[in-house]
């Protein structure tokens, strides 16, 4: 049974940093896909980065470029956001989601399973 539990949001001042923590069940995150989307009130759930299993290799959206990393830890079967020099755009739901391929898309319907939201607020 796949699972997908997001942990680590809060609020956060600008400037801040926070590292979100998505830990999967069900399948090995070294063998598929992993994303990060974002979620506004009222808005389209965007996609924020994304990490593939079988390379390492990751990708970002282009506001988050440089101040957002992924990162995988093979033995918790979890996968990382860190995000650092937040702002008040990057407020939101963050969800991750697994895609049962090996390659990264950035369209949310290309994804299989999903977490339950993770609330990220930044605010002074």
């Known amino acids: 049974q796949v699972q997908l539990v997001e942990s680590g949001g809060d609020l956060v001042r600008p400037g801040g940093s926070l590292r979100l923590s998505c830990a999967a069940s069900?399948?090995?995150?070294?063998?598929?896909?992993i994303g990060w989307f974002r979620q506004d009130p009222g808005k389209e759930r965007e996609g924020v980065s994304c990490f593939q299993g079988s390379d390492g290799k990751t990708y970002f959206t282009d506001s988050v470029k440089g101040r957002f990393t992924m990162s995988k830890d093979s033995a918790k079967n979890t996968v990382y956001l860190q995000m650092s020099r937040l702002n008040p755009e990057d407020t939101g739901v963050y969800y991750c989601a697994v895609r049962l391929f090996k390659l990264c898309v950035w369209n949310r319907t290309g994804y299989d399973y999903w977490g339950q939201g993770t609330q990220v607020t930044v605010s002074s």
């Open positions: 069900g399948f090995r995150v070294d063998d598929y896909v």
